[in-house]
């Protein structure tokens, strides 16, 4: 009886670490990236709304499960390119604590439970779904290595959250949501290219090809594009499609994020994970907070939804 115990509690101490690597192998802190579903939700007055509010958040969890099945099979295949990385090296795969077959065998289950939740939450939210696998997997086998390309892919991706976040609560979607969603994404995407390029320096090339395509002064010139192209579609949203002037109160937060988050590109070199910066930077912090206080309040005490 005792042989027993004893040797179910070395079991669970076996299977512990195992449970640990593959939570960080889903990437959680990139799962902020799909807070973006919640935009409909809130845009569209249904922010308090608890049936539509759980759909979201439902749906927010199926994105992270469909997002982290891509990161376990993306590491996988860049296994001896992720052990040359100074960073990369220290996942899971690379860091020898899951085996391969344990990565496909999580890989495997973990899709087909999101694709079966994505279903029960309707045929639109489903096909986006496969939609939004279908682009980051194959930005995992082939997008990622074309210049420019690679870039949009990423961009698409934040846009197909976008997108997911109203056809699973049925709501209409604004083009000027989704061409402000794809430019910031499209910033955020250059401005990781940059990091790399000049953190990996010699061995850029060896850990991401597409970097070959790349220049530093090329991709300033494409962020600095991007950056005003941005701030000028967001301030067109508020003033013009939005229907309350008032939103344009919250134009100054857009404008010093972006700018918080050059200086933490340029000056502390933090660009190359965007969720580390969302969730370390506090000024950045405060002012997306501010942003959607601001928002939130205008929107919900004016009595008319935008989205």
Sequence with gaps: MKAGFEERTLRKRKLLPVFFALFR?????????????????????????????????????????????????NDIRDLSEDRKHYKKRSRPL???????????FFFYIILAVSFYLAYTLGIPFFVTGVLYFLLVFGYSLCFKHIVILDVFAV???????????????????????????????????LTKRRNEYLVL???????????EDYSVAYLDQLVSIVTASTIMAYSLYTFTASGNEYLMISIPFVIYGIFRYLFLVHKKDMGGSPEDVLLK???????????VAVCIAVIYLDGGGFF
């Design 201 to 211: 320096e010699n061995n850029g090339t060896e850990h991401r090809r597409v970097l």
């Design 155 to 189: 961009a698409l991706g934040f846009l197909l959250r976008a997108v997911a976040g109203g056809v699973v609560i049925g709501v209409s979607i604004s083009p000027w949501l989704l061409i402000c969603t794809l430019l910031l994404a499209l910033f955020l995407a």
């Design 25 to 73: 192998i889903l990437r959680p802190k990139q799962w902020t990236k799909n807070l973006l579903l919640f935009a409909g939700l809130v845009f569209s007055q249904n922010l308090f709304h608890t049936p539509l509010l759980f759909k979201t958040l439902l749906a927010f969890g199926v994105f992270c499960l469909l997002s982290g099945s891509v990161y376990i099979f």
């Design 281 to 291: 930077d506090k000024p950045l912090i405060v002012s997306i907070l501010l942003w």
């Design 94 to 104: 690379a860091a020898g604590q899951l085996s391969i077959r344990q990565a496909f």
